[in-house]
C-alpha cells in the first residue's frame, strides 16, 4: 500500500490560486498514473484531474484551463496547480494512485471565498 500525503489547501479568494501537493511512499512512483478528486459537503467524489506515468493529462470540463495537474517522478511527488478559482471549487481534495481507485490520501480542505 502506497502512503498518499496531500497538503497545500487553504482559505483563498474567488480568482486566487492555490497549488496542491501530493507525497508518495515507495519506490515505484514514476510506474503508475495518479490523480486528484473532490468532495464538496453533500455532494459525492467527483473527478478532477489524472496524468499518466507518461505524463498524459486529462481534466474534468469545469476545471479545464484552469487546473493544471503534474508531477516529479525524483520527489515521488504529485501536484495540482489551481487557479481563477470559484465559491463551486470549494472541497476536500484527494489524491489516488491508479485507476484502480483503492488507494486515496486523506484529503486537504480548499475553501473559495466569494
Known amino acids: 500500500q502506497v502512503q498518499l500525503v496531500e497538503s497545500g489547501g487553504g482559505l483563498v479568494q474567488a480568482g486566487g490560486s492555490l497549488r496542491l501537493s501530493c507525497a508518495a511512499s515507495g519506490r515505484t512512483f514514476s510506474s503508475y498514473g495518479m490523480g486528484w478528486f473532490r468532495q464538496a459537503p453533500g455532494k459525492v467524489r467527483e473527478f478532477v484531474a489524472a496524468?499518466?506515468?507518461?505524463?498524459?493529462?486529462r481534466y474534468a470540463d469545469s476545471v479545464k484551463g484552469r487546473f493544471t495537474i503534474s508531477r516529479d517522478n525524483a520527489k515521488n511527488t504529485l501536484y495540482l496547480q489551481m487557479d481563477s478559482l470559484r465559491s463551486e471549487d470549494t472541497a476536500v481534495y484527494f489524491c489516488?494512485?491508479?485507476?484502480?481507485?483503492?488507494?486515496w490520501g486523506l484529503g486537504t480542505q480548499v475553501t473559495v471565498s466569494s
Open positions: 496524468i499518466s506515468w507518461s505524463g498524459t493529462t
Open positions: 489516488v494512485k491508479d485507476s484502480s481507485l483503492t488507494n
